[in-house]
């Protein structure tokens, strides 16, 4: 099956920073997700990137899908932002998401 | 809020007990999926509803089993609970199914604690 790997697994970031986060499959997807989950648990959208770049805010993700990689941009980083990071790909042939094992950001006041 | 409502959202049950998961998706989404988030596996697809019918299987121990039903709402039942199965348990909901894929929306989670 499909896998998929992120990196770096931990970053710790003073408030303010900037970071990338990457997230390398190894086949073709039909789709890619980006979701922050946050100290609480909670599953938050933040990208349905299939290839090419979106902005919200000071998040950004570019997905190159020929390569089989995508970048999540993280300007200015907040407290807020701390959590785990995860990308998912859509490897089903029915759609279910496959997840990375995800990057935990630690932003420091 | 993602429109996703997932009740309860926290259980603490005994080992060898039953429970059930209750989902609601979002207003006029006809898929669910439900995903397991432990500590060693990490977030892994169970399974998938479309309008009524089950569309796919992932990783799904044969304790567990799931329906949705004609109001659309789907329930995860997990009977003779061990320990292992202390996870966090999400359902997520999409429009459509298959090649098609759509944007899959998650519900807060229900955490079960198996002691």
Redesign the interface.
């Known amino acids: 099956g499909i896998q998929v790997e992120q990196s770096p697994p931990d970053l710790i970031l003073q408030e303010g920073a900037n970071s990338t986060l990457r997230c390398n499959f190894s086949d073709s997807v039909?789709?890619l997700?980006w979701?922050h989950q946050n100290p609480w648990?909670?599953?938050?959208?933040l990208f349905?990137i299939p290839s090419g770049t979106k902005q919200n805010g000071r998040l950004s993700a570019t997905t190159v899908a020929t390569e089989r990689y995508s970048l999540l941009y993280i300007s200015s980083s907040q407290t807020t932002d701390s959590g785990v990071y995860?990308c998912?790909v859509?490897g089903?042939?029915?759609?279910?998401?496959?997840?990375g094992?995800?990057t935990k950001l630690s932003v420091k006041p | 809020d993602s429109g996703v409502t997932q009740t309860p959202k926290h259980l603490i049950t005994a080992t060898g007990q039953r429970v059930t998961l209750r989902c609601s998706p979002r207003s006029g989404d006809l898929s669910v999926y439900w995903y397991q988030q432990s500590l060693d596996q990490g977030l892994q697809f169970l399974i998938q509803y479309y309008n009524g019918e089950e569309r796919a299987k992932g990783n799904i121990l044969e304790r567990f089993s799931a329906q949705q039903f004609p109001d659309l709402h789907s329930e995860l039942n997990l009977s003779s609970l061990e320990l292992g199965d202390s996870a966090l348990y999400f359902c997520a909901s999409s429009v459509t199914s298959g090649r098609r894929v759509d944007t899959q929306y998650f519900g807060p989670g229900t955490r079960l604690t198996v002691l």
């Open positions: 039909n789709n997700q979701f648990g909670q599953l938050i959208n349905y995860f998912a859509y089903g042939s029915q759609g279910n998401l496959i997840f094992k995800g």
